[in-house]
């Protein structure tokens, strides 16, 4: 079967005009192994930090620190994926504009 456009006409001084166009119907990986592995050998770096950093200030309450600097990092990790490799790339100066000005 072809890729066909699918679109919604609307009439404007009788010319029709596209509101939705699908060019590509593949959907984008979810995933991207080698992307995602860059995250998670930065989010290793910063959980090695933060142990360090707990180890030698509260020595204490490790197990709470450690805990805690895990569930963190991996949070973040996840986070900065998905802001960094979809949300920041599909926006553009109008989008970032009009949102400012609505608040």
């Known amino acids: 079967m072809g890729h066909r456009a699918n679109f919604i006409d609307a009439k404007r001084n009788g010319e029709h005009l596209p509101i939705f166009i699908v060019l590509n119907n593949k959907m984008k990986e979810l995933l991207d192994i080698k992307r995602f592995k860059f995250y998670l050998w930065v989010g290793l770096a910063f959980l090695l930090l933060g142990l360090f950093s707990n180890v030698a200030d509260h020595k204490e309450e490790i197990l709470k620190r450690v805990l805690n600097n895990t569930w963190a990092v991996s949070y ?12 920041f790339p599909s926006l553009s100066r109008k989008k970032i504009l009009k949102s400012l000005l609505l608040y």
């Not at 973040?76 to 949300?87: A, M, P, R, S």
Request: hydrophobic share 50%.
């Open 76 to 87: 973040l990790t996840v986070l900065n994926y998905f802001l960094f490799e979809y949300t």
